[in-house]
T-cell receptor, first 115, second 114 residues
């Protein structure tokens, strides 16, 4: 069974640009969550989608957005990139809403560097 | 709102010795508690969880964790550490009830020396 797939794995952008990251969950999983990981802040929750609806949102500015498609694949977008957006962005999927079981299956992440 | 504290940035232990990685939490209502591990350049892997029942929870790779409601703690333990246990460990908490976000601690780096 294939795991959670995130693309691209690495990318470099410059300030002011935008970026779109993609996440394909494990087959059959309906919930996708996104996290930002930085050395100083640890793992910060961005948002969770379940059956194409955003169920929960973290404390990030409106530049961070996401969506989920009918096949449960998810994308997140960051517009007007800032240096502080450099981070590892992790996607996690679960069969049900993530918090109900807690057992999230993580992808290997997309490492974004903003210059 | 729920929160997690991992008071140690790094824990050093010799191979074969017992290890403990500390975690305390804050949540209104009943908690769900979890431990995840992250190896270099990889995503997080689920280790174990506490939902209800026995306070001692056993998980993958010989790890266990003890839920202590009065101390609001959920420390991760292993009787005998291996060099291969060296990794970054995250404690996480959420509140019972649908669609509550899972909140992670800042992580503790475990270094097991030969």
């Amino acid at each position: 069974k294939a795991g959670v797939t995130q693309t691209p794995r690495y990318l470099i952008k410059t300030r002011g640009q935008q970026v779109t990251l993609s996440c394909s969950p494990i087959s059959g999983h309906r919930s996708v969550s996104w996290y930002q990981q930085t050395p100083g802040q640890g793992l910060q929750f961005l948002f969770e989608y379940f059956s194409e609806t955003q169920r929960n949102k973290g404390n990030f500015p409106g530049r961070f957005s996401g969506r989920q498609f009918s096949n449960s694949r998810s994308e997140m977008n960051v517009s007007t990139l800032e240096l502080g957006d450099s981070a590892l962005y992790l996607c996690a999927s679960s069969l049900f809403a993530g918090s109900d079981t807690g057992e999230l299956f993580f992808g290997e992440g997309s490492r974004l560097t903003v210059l | 709102a729920q929160s997690v504290a991992q008071p140690e940035d790094q824990v050093n232990v010799a191979e074969g010795n017992p290890l403990t990685v500390k975690c305390t939490y804050s949540v209104s209502g009943n908690p769900y508690l979890f431990w995840y591990v992250q190896y270099p350049n990889r995503g997080l892997q689920f280790l174990l969880k506490y939902i209800t029942g026995d306070n001692l929870v056993k998980g993958s790779y010989g790890f266990e964790a003890e839920f202590n409601k009065s101390q609001t703690s959920f420390h991760l333990k292993k009787p005998s550490a291996l060099v291969s246990d060296s990794a970054l460990y995250f404690c996480a908490v959420t509140r019972v009830g649908g669609f509550q976000k899972l909140v992670f601690g800042t992580g503790t780096r475990l270094l097991v020396s030969p």
